[in-house]
């Protein structure tokens, strides 16, 4: 069952009843307003996005026991903080040792099938946005060595960035670039929380990863296996930018489109599938590399 996504933008006071998720908001005066409740097992992940949100602890342990994660945001209303459960899986120890002892070619092998995967849907998109063929893009797929040592993922980012957005003049990609970069950041911080959610339910270590390796990063793995998902978010921003033409900020509209990620259908192992499913099929396809009993990362294709 895919599991629901629930943001909360205005105040309100959230507690647990009944093994429920006990929501209380509040009106323009302050005072208690509407009330409802939603069971917590059917909860996935929760986005704060107000500063006057209140949580009590028994519904944040509850939420972490169901291994939903948690995401808060700052005054500009961007993903900062995501909190996961410290276990995910029955036999997580086993798992983060198999993880941790992974060699270092078996670590490059799956990095370049990552990036493999990346520039092949990378291109998948181009074509089926702009009808380019893309022939370099799928040669620089087919010529990506172990570790990606030729940095071939930064030479066809280059490219796809560059036709991404033919109606935005000097379009860049970067984090603190000018619109629609923040709609990217917003859609690539929920997906992250969606790659670090999946590994823990894996019994995976976020926080160690086969390619990226910052001291400062809490989600080294996250990060790396999210990468040949991002064009789908990649895809939602384009029609989000057709949709709200020229409307730099995220509104509550667009972070309504973008709260559609974990739903949003992939294809996957010859199946239709939402994104937060197939995520979990990817994450337990990882931990069988690491475990020795496949060797091959199952990954989306567009």
Known sequence: MIKRTLC?????????????????????????GKQTTIPIEDIGMVVLDH?????????????????????????SHMPVGL?????????QSERFQDQLSASVPLRKQLWQQTVQQKIL??????????????????????????????????RAAAYYWSQMFPDIGGFNRG???????NFLNYGYAILRAIIARALVSSGLLP???????????????????????RPYVDRLVVATTKQHPRTAEVTTDIKRSLLSIPTLE???????????????QTTASLARCFAGEIRKISYPDM
């Open 8 to 32: 909360f933008s205005n105040p309100a006071y959230l507690s647990m009843k009944n093994r429920q998720l006990s929501i209380r908001l509040e009106d323009h005066n302050g005072e208690p």
């Open 51 to 75: 500063p006057q949100i209140t949580v009590t602890h028994g519904l944040m342990a509850a939420l972490l026991d169901n291994n939903a994660s948690v995401i808060t945001c700052n005054n």
């Open 83 to 91: 909190m996961l459960p410290l276990e995910g899986h029955t036999v």
């Open 121 to 154: 849907n990378q291109a998948a998109l181009l074509n089926e946005l702009y009808g380019t063929e893309n022939g370099n893009m799928l040669q620089w797929a087919a010529d990506v060595r172990s570790g990606d040592s030729t940095n071939l993922e930064g």
């Open 175 to 181: 984090r603190d670039g000018l619109y629609p970069n």
């Open 207 to 229: 926080t160690f990863g086969i390619h990226h390796h910052n001291r400062y990063n809490a989600y080294c793995l996250a990060d790396d296996i999210m990468e040949p998902y």
């Open 266 to 280: 992939v294809h996957i192992s010859n199946q239709r599938s939402p994104l937060m499913v197939a995520a979990s």
